[in-house]
């Protein structure tokens, strides 16, 4: 199995960007599909993006697009996801996720095997 570790939260001003990482360790990264979601207080877990395991394929949820961007590096057994222009809708806690053994992975949150512990994104107006 895969370990996912988050780091990169904290608070910010409207506007402002934040860079979060993801660093797995255990199985072989590059055969995990990687996404990341985010949960605010009182709501349901939601999808914001998904990299296939080579970084070809890329997945944004809509309230995102233009705005946020998913990246990995195979070899360095990390996934990103840069966040510019925040709102304060943006506020949530952030999970990152891997779904093991296929290419690629969507916005079902079903589809993953391995979570992370989240880490906490603030933006403030």
């Known amino acids: 199995q895969v370990q996912l570790v988050e780091s990169g939260g904290g608070l910010v001003q409207a506007g402002g960007s934040l860079r979060l990482s993801c660093a797995a360790s255990g199985r072989t990264f590059s055969r995990y599909a990687m996404g990341w979601f985010r949960q605010a207080p009182g709501q349901e877990r939601e999808f914001v993006a998904a990299i296939s395991r080579s970084g070809g394929s890329i997945y944004y949820a809509d309230s995102v697009k233009g705005r946020f961007t998913i990246s990995r590096d195979n070899a360095k057994n990390t996934v990103y996801l840069q966040m510019n222009s925040l709102k304060p809708e943006d506020t949530a806690v952030y999970y990152c996720?891997?779904?093991?053994?296929?290419?690629?992975?969507?916005?079902?949150?079903?589809?993953?095997?391995?979570w992370g512990q989240g880490t906490q994104v603030t933006v403030s107006s």
């Open positions: 996720a891997a779904r093991d053994s296929f290419d690629s992975a969507g916005p079902s949150y079903y589809e993953y095997d391995y």
